[in-house]
Every structure is written in structure tokens, then in C-alpha cells.
């Protein structure tokens, strides 16, 4: 149980981000207080949170005075507070430059190809303000969008090759910042059929 | 000077992340050896490059039979194998927090909006691929672009403060990973103007 002092995260659990840092703490078994932040209800642009995050992300992480924001410098904070940096972000050089290189591949990656510029426009953004207000992008757009983001698939496709993770035969910090974006095609109805060639991403 | 088992890298000069990683070799006196891989002569998509890094992107590292790909992890790569990543990295754990933190932020913010979404259309597509093959932007459209930049440049005016640095009063990792993408912006003749808000930046 999180003690009155562990670090309070600030989380929309709807952001895969805030995800994969909720999910690695419970993997890791790091203590945290959550503090539900919404980003429907505009909780971000409130004073209090921009006290913690005036870049108005979530997540951010507040531990004692210390304010931090981005998914992967949190996830990386907490498990060298805790002791088990290694574990998550790699046990030799090769590994560790291995997790790194992912982390920064996904920002560019898959992302950016899956996330932000295909699942955000064609499914969330529509059901959360409404198709009126932000209609669904016609098929041809879509279809563009989705051959955008055949590469980035097939890339994390060889870099996942005949194993189950990433890198060293376990979960690691990788996997848990990937994730979240790809389980989140899970709400669309292609998702069998866009999947179908990437069966190590499936 | 540089021995024959030195880390190879891949680089093309006109790469924003490639001067990043070669910039702090320099500063941190790593031993590197550098192979001309030009983006423009289709360098990176020949099969002895795409061996290296099949992604096809530069900067890449050959250290062996490691091969690395992404600039900030190559850059941590390099500082850990010389025994330097605390002075570059952090040397403590709030300032590796912040590091990795302004790392991520980077890849969304300043590398996205002003370089890859306003420096390469507006200024060097144009003028790599010629402006009848790629006309540069209406003026309303390049408005635009800055205006969706300008929030990277006031978090990033933030971050920095009254000092020259972003982290621990000297020159870091974050500092080499931000700064190529600004000096790329000084082909502009409006870059004063552009800049002006920023003092800090500038």
C-alpha cells in the first residue's frame, strides 16, 4: 500500500502514457499515490495541475517537492528510486542501449504513425467531442493513415522477431511504453485485419 | 585520434541528430570514426547502410558487430562505454530525471514542431529537392506552422530560465539533443523576428 509519502501520479488512465506508467509500477511493485486527472473534464488546464505540469500533460509525478513530467523520465525516476533500474531498463550496455534506442524510436515511431496521427482522429477525438464537432476522417484518409503506419509496424514486428518482448526475453521498459498504443487499436473493428501481417505485434 | 576499433558512425552532417551525436563526442572528447552516409545521394537507403541500421535513418553506430540506431540512445551508449554518463546524463537523481525528461519532451516538442514540421518544409525540402518538385508553403501556411511552434519555444525559453543551460548550470546531453534543431532555423532571414520573444532561446 502506497504510504502518505510515495510520489502521487497524476493520471488520465484513457492516456496510454499514464498507462504504461501505472502499469509498470504495478509490475514492479513501486508504491504510488494516483490522483485522478481527466482529461474530458479539462482537468489539466486546471491551476493545480498546471502547479505540477505547466506543460498540461499527463502524466506527471509529484514526489515531495519534486515535480516531473513524460512518461518514460517517470518510469525511469521511479524504478532508480526504488532500486530496480536495471531489471526494467536493462542489465548490460547492449541492453540498456537497446531499451534506450526503442524509447526513443517509439516517440517518432509507432506513436506518432499509430497513435497521434491515426487512432486520436479516426476513433478517440470523434466519440469524446462528438462526430459533429470532429467527424471521423472519410475511408480514403484513413486508408492513407493506415498505410502511414505499415512501416512502424512492421519495423516493432523485427524488432519482436520470434520472441514474446522486446529485448531480453522479459517485460521491460520497453514493451510497457509500446503497448499502450497498439492495445488501444483494440476498439476498432479492423483491428484483426490491420494486425494481420504483424502476428508478432498481435 | 580515433583507433581502428573505435565506434563507427554513420553520419550526414545536414542531420540535426547526427551533429547532435558527433557535437558531443567532440565536447566529451569520445573517440569515433565518422562515415559520410548522405541523405541526399540516397547514402542510407544503399545495402551496406541498411545492414547497419534497416530503418535507413542516420545517425547509426557500428561498434563491433553492435549496431545502434537513434541519436539519443547512441549518445548514452557512448557516454556509458567511456565511463562519462553522469556529467552528460546526470549526477544526480533529480538531474537525470530532468535530462530524460527534456529528452522525451524534445521528440513532441522542438524536434516535431519547428524542425520537422516548419525547417524541413519551409526552408530545406525546397531547396534539397527544388521548389517545382516541392513548393515551399503559401505565407499564411508557414504563419500557421510558427504558430503551432511557438508553445515549443516558451517551454523551452522556461526550462532555461535566467541561465545558459538547462540542467545543472553546464552543458548536457539535453542541451546537444535541443540545440541543432534551433541553429537550423538560421537559414531563415526572419529568425530575429522569429526568435524575438525568446530571449533565452536566442
Known sequence: MA???SPVLFTDP????CRSVHWLCKAAGIPLRLRAT???????RQEA??????RHQVPALLHGQFALSEAQAIMRYLCELHG?????FGESLEERARISMLLSWHH???RKTVMLNHNLPVYYIPFYVG???????QKAQVEELRANFAESLQ???????SGHFLVGGRLTAADIAIAPDLTAMDVDPDVNEILAAFPAVR
Chains 1, 2 share one sequence.
Do not use: C, M, Y
Open 155 to 161: 519495423q516493432l514486428e523485427e524488432f519482436i522477431g
Open 38 to 44: 481527466w482529461l474530458g473534464r479539462g482537468h489539466h
Open 14 to 17: 484513457t492516456s496510454e502514457p
Open 84 to 88: 530496480v533500474l536495471d531489471p526494467w
Open 131 to 137: 462526430e459533429a464537432k470532429h467527424p471521423r476522417p
Open 108 to 110: 517518432h515511431a509507432v
Open 49 to 54: 495541475f498546471l502547479r505540477v505540469n505547466p
Open 3 to 5: 504510504a502518505p509519502s
